[in-house]
């Protein structure tokens, strides 16, 4: 494939533990924006036929329990990975915009875990999930795909997706690194992940040497993303602003409250932030429908539940009506409220999360 002779620079470097990626490695064409993974090219001759199943409103809670697909059952693990990218080597994100609180802390590294799975053959283009805040949810991803990459009710079989787990940048909310990546209504963040993240992936001395002919599907409804808070903000930001690279969106208490850097750019388009996707400028219902499979979720107790909508930071309020939004305009759209429970509660990650992963990728038909 064509991103993969791009950087052929990198196949000869030895990764020892967290071996750094550098971008000044990279053929400067290669290392561009815009010049990361081209996705999109199947999307003109892909169909997939999800159906309505599990789609729409649903209420757990206020008792919680562990699904069975979330345990080790014993069954054939995949293999993990893990490596370093430098903020200093990025192009998009390298820790020293002007936005920045100089009192918060930024990291200098950010590690990447990988997980592919069992079921995963070398040579064939891997779906993948992108999740933030790695590694996050990772071991309990890494379970469902353990169990149901080999289910053998055919509803309930998950594609052999490879997970790329990213570490954010540092520090929380309004003048953080983390903010900046997560919170700005942008597509610059779907571009650090799909022009920098990714070819990092494919090009890791330690995996290629474990996986030699590795590829990652070009479809972009091969390509899913997930975080919780504002990583679930940012999740939602990728697909809405690239849906030519990323379709399947999953968001836990997602932040889709006003947490955009006062001083940013994006402020003269977007005064709200991410209030602006249901509230404000009304993006979800004013915009035309985007080719987006989306997963939504919050908790009963979640981050400002109490507080008067003209503060534009109550998760609650947020939540239940970027769903209403999304029914509205007719997405295929899941949206969970959970009773008795907190921000990215673990407990609705366990129980939910393989249900959640196997409805988003319903339908998907692999390369």
Not at 87 to 92: A, E, G, M, N, P
Not at 227 to 252: E, K
Request: proline share 5%.
């Amino acid at each position: 494939m064509k991103f993969l002779t791009a950087f052929a620079l990198l196949l000869s470097a030895a990764f020892l533990g967290t071996r750094h990626v550098s971008m000044s490695e990279l053929p400067a064409a290669a290392a561009s924006e815009g010049q990361g993974i081209k996705a999109g090219v199947e999307d003109e001759k892909y169909a997939e036929n999800p159906g309505k199943e599990g789609d729409g409103d649903h209420t757990i809670g206020p008792d919680f329990r562990v699904d069975p697909d979330l345990t080790d059952k014993g069954n054939p693990k995949g293999r993990n990975f893990k490596f370093a990218m430098r903020l200093k080597d990025s192009r998009i994100f390298r820790g020293d915009d002007s936005t920045l609180d100089p009192k918060k802390s930024v990291r200098k590294e950010r590690k990447i875990f990988v997980y592919v799975p069992a079921a995963y053959k070398d040579g064939t283009r891997a779906p993948i999930l992108v999740t933030h805040d790695g590694p996050s949810r990772l071991d309990l991803v890494r379970k469902a795909l353990d169990n149901l990459t080999i289910s053998g009710d055919p509803g309930r079989r998950l594609p052999a997706f490879i997970v790329i787990a990213v570490q954010n940048g540092g520090d929380d909310s309004k003048g953080s690194e983390r903010g900046l990546e997560y919170d700005t209504l942008s597509d610059r963040f779907a571009r650090f992940i799909n022009d920098e993240v990714l070819p990092a992936v494919l090009n890791n001395a330690e995996i290629k040497a474990a996986y030699p002919k590795i590829a990652f599907t070009d479809n972009p409804w091969g390509r899913a993303t997930m975080g919780c808070s504002s990583g679930g903000a940012a999740a939602l930001a990728m697909g809405w602003f690239r849906p030519d690279l990323f379709r399947r969106l999953i968001t836990y208490s997602g932040t889709f409250v006003d947490q955009q850097d006062d001083d940013a750019p994006e402020e003269a388009k977007y005064p709200l932030g991410a209030w602006e996707y249901h509230s404000g400028k009304k993006l979800i219902q004013n915009s035309e429908k985007k080719p987006l499979r989306i997963f939504t979720h919050v908790s009963e107790n979640d981050n400002g539940s109490g507080d008067p909508e003209g503060t534009y930071h109550n998760w609650v309020m947020a939540n239940r009506r970027t769903a209403a939004a999304l029914k509205a305009r007719g997405y295929n759209y899941r949206y969970v409220f959970s009773r008795a429970s907190r921000h990215c509660d673990r407990r609705v990650f366990e129980q939910t999360l393989a249900d959640t992963l196997v409805w988003m990728w319903r339908g998907y038909e692999a390369d």
